[in-house]
């Protein structure tokens, strides 16, 4: 298949030489991506046709070395094929045998349409491996063994020829393929009839089964599909329980509903509706906002105490007024890549820790019940706005939260709940030190006056946070917890979470796209080299800059 360079016209001569009656030509030419081919794009060096006299060609015997490159993302990834003693026909009989049949093209493409609802093999369950066959060194043995490639639909990414070292008659030859175990089963049954198959390499665990992913539980592959995950409200919403503060106040039932239509009703990329809160709400939120920041100097930590006047700038952070999550996902998207969207109530750990990889949070917007302001059984607005949107607004945070929601993705129920436990005792009830004394970076402390105070006081238990050992820790609700967790800096805790994602068991790893916004699967070399391609642009970025420092400064 990557002989269908031939097809095409040089776009440009690179050089043309004479010597001796023997010409050397270099063309280069410009080909898309074909079939399972890993590079996007490459270009192809053909240097070819030796002979005594450049015309006439009809009739003469010729000396034919045909070398092809192609430049991959990875920077050594590239294959070549050389074949000599041939002669022009041969070369002839490649360009027209590599000729696509339309017909048989297009049938080709129907059926491979047709299988993209079952469960056929899709490019996605694609593996690299390898195959060495021996070939008797004749003219014509190598377009029949590579016409078997083309037949069964197997892409050759590095292929390479030596003499046999068995037999002087034979040569063998190395092709490094990427197709479906399928696919390079039947290859190999085919090869048998025409080659001697010398080695194989097909690893058991190159291609990852469909029914390995199938046991892999669901999520969201773009962002688009947390809309999926937003309508899974597992409680609270417009049914309250009979111990809810709201729960025989019936405006404040019918206002709970209205919030409840409104997340129910949100679809990514809309605009997120305003809300003309009631002077009651607003009242609330007051008494809340009032408490709170006059202990937040004392209590919170430096990276909260640096954004919150950023927000009282550009949301309206004030106490006579509640922020609208519109204002506030823009303001997070340029200082962080956060975004916000609406939900009716709690989510499944597994659907929040979803929105987390995609540096989405779900907030609600609803207001607890006037009757308590400074309680409320359930995560409200003045809990999300006042407890997660201001370190939200930090990189590293953000960067520590989405790692939690990465590692969550895939992984079994247990493992899941592992890191929802790790997850409510740092974003949700976290400590740090900063400057010797114990800060609150915790959206559930900042949130809470009572247990803010608590958590700093002498009365409570503090231990080092370990996710080995907290994520055994129970996880309490409507009482102060028994436990909290310290952690030196954001990147301490970091590096311990992801040295503890390691030890999640799933079949693959992932990789947030945030050019698509959505999420890779990384189970196979080819999968790893867009990855590749991206860290290699960053640092050619990071390169140049740290040139031209050491220009300016003499270096």
């Known amino acids: 298949m990557w002989l269908l360079i031939l097809r095409r016209p040089p776009e440009c001569i690179l050089s043309t030489g004479q010597s001796e009656g023997h010409i050397t030509s270099s063309l280069q030419f410009q080909v898309p991506l074909i079939g399972r081919l890993v590079v996007d794009r490459f270009n192809a060096l053909l240097l070819f046709y030796q002979k005594s006299n450049p015309f006439p060609l009809q009739n003469r015997s010729i000396t034919l070395r045909l070398y092809i490159k192609v430049v991959s993302m990875l920077p050594n990834r590239s294959f070549s094929v050389h074949s000599s003693n041939t002669h022009w026909k041969l070369l002839y009989f490649v360009s027209t045998f590599l000729q696509p049949n339309r017909a048989s093209s297009g049938k080709n493409d129907e059926e491979k ?30 377009v029949k063994a590579l016409r078997l490639f083309q037949e069964k639909h197997v892409s050759m ?4 020829s030596r003499k046999s070292k068995r037999r002087n008659s034979e040569v063998e030859i190395f092709v490094d393929c990427d197709c479906s175990k399928k696919e390079f089963n039947e290859l190999i049954q085919s090869l048998k009839f025409q080659t001697n198959i010398v080695t194989l390499n097909p690893p ?10 199938d046991c892999v539980p669901w999520f969201p592959r773009k962002i688009a599909e947390l809309d999926k995950c937003s309508q899974r409200v597992l409680m609270y919403g417009s049914e309250l329980d009979a111990d809810h503060p709201g729960f025989k106040d019936n405006v404040y039932r019918q206002r709970r509903k209205y919030f409840v239509d409104v997340a129910m009703s949100y679809k ?74 609406p939900v009716a109530g709690y989510l499944s750990p597994r659907d929040f820790l979803a929105g987390l990889a995609y540096r989405v949070f779900h907030c609600t917007q609803y207001v607890r019940h006037g009757s308590d302001p400074l309680y409320t059984p359930e995560p409200d607005t003045c ?29 079994s129920d247990e493992e899941v709940q592992k890191l929802a436990t790790c997850y409510f005792f740092t974003i949700e009830f976290g400590l740090c030190k900063q400057e010797g004394q114990l800060r609150a970076y915790g959206a559930g402390l900042l949130s809470s006056i009572g247990e803010l105070k608590h958590a700093l006081s002498d009365k409570a238990s503090v231990r080092t946070f370990d996710p080995k050992t907290t994520c055994l820790q129970e996880c309490l609700i409507t009482t102060f917890q028994e436990a909290y967790f ?17 030890s999640i068991n799933r079949p693959f790893s992932v990789y947030f796209n945030p050019y698509t916004q959505s999420i890779e699967i990384l189970k196979d070399t080819r999968s790893i080299e867009n990855v590749v391609q991206d860290l290699r642009s960053d640092l050619n970025t990071v390169c ?3 040139s031209k420092m050491n220009r300016y400064l003499g270096i």
């Open 113 to 142: 349409g047709s299988k993209g609802n079952g469960k056929s093999e899709s490019v996605s369950e694609s593996g690299k491996t390898a195959v060495v066959f021996s070939l008797k060194n004749e003219v014509g043995g190598l």
């Open 157 to 160: 990414v590095h292929i390479e």
């Open 204 to 213: 058991e665990n190159i291609w990852t089964d469909e029914d390995e992913l």
């Open 268 to 341: 990514y990329g809309q605009p997120i509706p305003r809300v003309e809160y009631t002077a009651e709400e607003i009242k609330t939120w007051g008494a809340v906002f009032r408490e709170l920041t006059k202990l937040y100097p004392t209590h919170a930590c430096r990276e909260y105490l640096k954004n919150f006047p950023l927000l009282t700038k550009y949301c309206g952070y004030r106490e006579d007024n509640v922020p609208q999550l519109e204002d506030v996902s823009i303001f997070l998207k340029e200082r962080s890549g956060f975004t916000v969207r």
């Open 383 to 411: 809990h999300e706005l006042l407890g997660h949107v201001p370190l939200l607004a930090d990189p590293k945070f953000a960067q520590f939260s989405q790692e939690i929601g990465l590692a969550s993705l895939g992984a």
């Open 486 to 502: 310290v952690s030196e800096s954001f990147e301490e805790a970091k590096e311990k979470m992801r040295d503890f994602a390691k």
């Open 544 to 546: 140049d800059a740290l």
